[in-house]
């Protein structure tokens, strides 16, 4: 439970207890591209500056959710409500033993010391969060500056917006120095067509540079479900499409993850095991499989250990 010193945010959803387990088998070695890590608040205390106060959801609980989906490594990415206070992540990762990388927050004033203590540790990207809800107006010149300092390492950057957003954002993720990552396909309105214009728009922005894309958060996404519980297999039949065209069309550049613990959910809080059910409804052949949870995520994070 969290720390009494910070009462969770009203309405706040605890993570799924007690998860299925799948009926799907991942591939060996299959990589969790997205999930995070919270507190615990009473070792390492939220920002002041956090939009919202979650429920402690500690490295334990990851890794003991990984090994019960049948999962080999996970890619933990930072939480706003840790802000660029990177300590809880830094311990998750040396906890893991090489079998996790991060995705870190930075500011463009970091040292060059902390930017290699954060890559000793197996950080290998940051995240640039453009979701309003979560954030307050994002700087883009100090943004620049960020991306500038961590080309060298050979790290990547990982946005999150909402598809509305995407054609006033467009020219300035083109002109970042490293490789993108697409967090949860860019938000798309589910009720629209993945053959319409704004589904369209978001395709070649990902054809045209060096871009990769998690098809992750079917349950952040979905209008019409049906939701994962109650060992319901044919979930979010909604984002389905979206998420199979992205699929088939970049079978090289996307990735999977659980978002667990899954921040902010105020409908429902999705069963685990059916969220790794949901994955052959999006990757439809064995080949598809293994790039999406196996070659493509140790390609991006465990490069030296790739085939």
């Known amino acids: 439970m969290t720390d009494r010193s910070f009462p969770v945010t009203p309405g706040w959803l605890d993570w799924y207890r007690g998860p299925s387990v799948p009926r799907f088998t991942p ?55 840790h802000g660029a206070d990177n300590s809880a992540l830094v311990d998750a990762l040396r906890t893991a033993g090489g079998l996790a990388r991060g995705v870190a927050t930075v500011r463009p004033d970091v040292s060059d010391e902390e930017l290699r203590r954060l890559h000793e540790a197996g950080v290998r990207g940051v995240r640039f969060n453009f979701v309003r809800r979560l954030v307050d107006a994002v700087p883009t010149e100090a943004l620049q500056a960020v991306a500038r300092r961590i080309a060298p390492l050979g790290w990547h950057v990982v946005l999150y917006f909402e598809a509305a957003d995407l054609p006033g954002l ?9 490789p993108l990552v697409i967090d949860h396909m860019g938000r798309p309105d ?7 214009p704004e589904f369209a728009r ?35 039949q909604d984002v389905v499409p979206f998420a199979r065209k992205v699929v088939d069309t970049f079978t090289d ?19 685990d095991g059916l969220l790794v059910d949901h994955i052959p409804h999006v990757a439809t052949t064995r080949d598809r499989q293994r790039a999406l949870l196996v070659d493509n995520p140790m390609r991006l994070y465990w490069p030296e250990e790739a085939r």
Not at 44 to 49: K, R, S, V, W
């Open 27 to 81: 591939p060996p070695g299959s990589v969790d591209a997205h999930c995070h890590v919270f507190g615990p608040a009473a070792d390492f205390p939220f920002a002041p500056e956090r939009k919202y106060t979650p429920v402690d959801a500690s490295k334990h609980d990851l890794f003991a959710l990984r090994d019960h989906l049948g999962l080999s490594r996970n890619v933990i990415v930072q939480a706003t409500c």
């Open 170 to 178: 467009e020219r300035f993720f083109s002109s970042l120095p490293v």
């Open 190 to 196: 589910v009720t629209g067509s993945p053959d319409g």
């Open 202 to 236: 978001f395709l070649r922005f990902v054809e045209a540079g060096d871009v990769w894309v998690k098809v992750s958060c079917p349950e952040r996404l979905t209008v019409s479900g049906p939701r994962a519980l109650d060992g319901e297999r044919e979930a979010y």
């Open 253 to 271: 550049r996307v990735l999977w993850g659980t978002d667990w613990p899954h921040p902010n959910l105020r409908d429902h809080m999705p069963d």
